[in-house]
T-cell receptor
Framework: KAGVTQTPRYLIKTRGQQVTLSCSPISGHRSVSWYQQTPGQGLQFLFEYFSETQRNKGNFPGRFSGRQFSNSRSEMNVSTLELGDSALYLC????????????FGSGTRLTVV | AQSVTQLGSHVSVSEGALVLLRCNYSSSVPPYLFWYVQYPNQGLQLLLKYTSAATLVKGINGFEAEFKKSETSFHLTKPSAHMSDAAEYFCAVSDLSGGSNYKLTFGKGTLLTVNP
């Protein structure tokens, strides 16, 4: 079956712009989480959605937001981009909330110039 | 609060040698522990997970890890390294110390190099 699909794979944006990243979870998975990966900070939790509701949020500014649709697909949005937002953004899906293990997508590489 | 420490940001082994990647965790409640592998320009692939069943966990590609509560460790091993094992490995912990937050807290990662 298809894995977690993230689009686009690569993005180049200018400081001050906004960006929307998309994640389609594995069919039947209802939980979607987002992580930011940078060389300096490593992997950091952004937020988790389940049944179209944000269940948990990491320590990121309000410029980072997300949503989940009724088909479990999720989007995350970053407004007023800063150079420091350059990172690999990873989406992970799980069957439901709980420690069942997450399946990650290949990520979206965002470069802010 | 939970945390993960991976000892050694870079480990180099010869092909056929034992692979040992170290992970220590901090958690105030019984943890769930995971090892993920990341190949260049790819996402994370789950190698194995510990969820309070058997303390010795077997994963994919010949990897296994042992949960040692007394040492708060969850080291990853493989008896014989293959060239294809070269990648970055991440240890992660998840617990309910933050309430209903099942988020994963990752270590900084260990880059494994396999020499021919």
């Amino acid at each position: 079956k298809a894995g977690v699909t993230q689009t686009p794979r690569y993005l180049i944006k200018t400081r001050g712009q906004q960006v929307t990243l998309s994640c389609s979870p594995i069919s039947g998975h209802r939980s979607v989480s987002w992580y930011q990966q940078t060389p300096g900070q490593g992997l950091q939790f952004l937020f988790e959605y389940f049944s179209e509701t944000q269940r948990n949020k990491g320590n990121f500014p309000g410029r980072f937001s997300g949503r989940q649709f009724s088909n479990s697909r999720s989007e995350m949005n970053v407004s007023t981009l800063e150079l420091g937002d350059s990172a690999l953004y990873l989406c992970a899906s799980s069957l439901r909330l709980g420690n069942y293990g997450y399946t990650f997508g290949s990520g979206t590489r965002l470069t802010v110039v | 609060a939970q945390s993960v420490t991976q000892l050694g940001s870079h480990v180099s082994v010869s092909e056929g040698a034992l692979v040992l990647l170290r992970c220590n965790y901090s958690s105030s409640v019984p943890p769930y522990l995971f090892w993920y592998v990341q190949y260049p320009n790819q996402g994370l692939q789950l190698l194995l997970k510990y969820t309070s069943a058997a303390t010795l966990v077997k994963g994919i590609n010949g990897f296994e890890a042992e949960f040692k509560k007394s040492e708060t460790s969850f080291h990853l091993t493989k008896p014989s390294a293959h060239m294809s094992d070269a990648a970055e490995y991440f240890c992660a912990v998840s617990d309910l110390s933050g309430g209903s937050n099942y988020k994963l807290t990752f270590g900084k990662g260990t880059l494994l190099t396999v020499n021919p």
